[in-house]
């Protein structure tokens, strides 16, 4: 006896593909997804408020946020593994959702999941054509935004106390960033510790990535433009020449 073919779904290509879900997974994601973009969004504002404000640390309102935080990121870990334990192919599942197993190991990475969790409402699934092009140009641009602050918060933390620091204030960590990122590079601000090379050095190989993806979209929209435009103006002409058609044979009298 033949299985049920399953459930297609729209990636974010606008393309129909097998949903590789299983109906328990689904059910799972369907009432968990709006509770934990709201999660990210407390995550993202604990671990700002900790970094930005030295003061909470005088005050002992860190032990209260720092709990805040592992809680949701125990949530977040139970999250992980329920679904791998409803997935039926594990193989996918694993190469789905890459960001939250590292996430698991790497704390500043776990803000990242608000834009994952994003793309699983049916607003973030894709269509064809152009609308498709737009919602991704607002999601790869929410990522870079989203790459830029918490690089630089992860840099500001690494780098502010570290003797001959150069990068003093969140202000000095976002400059550097967003010339990093864009491959500018001044070289007015560079990081001293090995722990902000290396995040330097993730948000070098990220600009890359992102002025690729972002050149191709670009390339991609002008390049469907003038194909629009060719193929009107080929109907044109051909509407054109029916019309002239029509009047030879019928000539007004």
Known sequence: MESAPK?????????????????K????EKYTTLPFI??????????????????????GVDKYILLTLGL???????????RLTLSTNKRIYFKRNVIDLISMAIPFTRPFLLLMYL????????RQGSSVRARLVAYGS????MYVYVLSLAVYAAERNAPGATILNYGDAVWWAIETITTVGYGDMIPVTITGRIYASLLMLGGVVIVGATTA???????????????????????QSETHKHDDVHPQS
Do not use: C
């Open 142 to 145: 929410s990522f870079a935004l």
């Open 38 to 59: 709201f999660l990210s969004f407390i995550f993202l504002l604990g671990y700002s408020v900790l970094i930005l404000n030295d003061e909470v640390f005088t005050q």
């Open 7 to 23: 459930p297609l779904v729209m990636n974010a290509a606008g393309v129909l593909v097998e949903d590789t879900r299983s109906p």
């Open 119 to 126: 793309s699983r409402l049916r607003f973030f699934r894709g």
């Open 217 to 239: 979209t670009v390339v991609s929209y002008l390049g469907e433009k003038i194909q629009t435009v060719h193929r009107k103006s080929q109907e044109h002409s051909s509407h």
């Open 25 to 28: 997974e689904i059910v799972w």
């Open 72 to 82: 949701i990121w125990l949530l977040f870990i139970i999250d992980y593994f329920v």
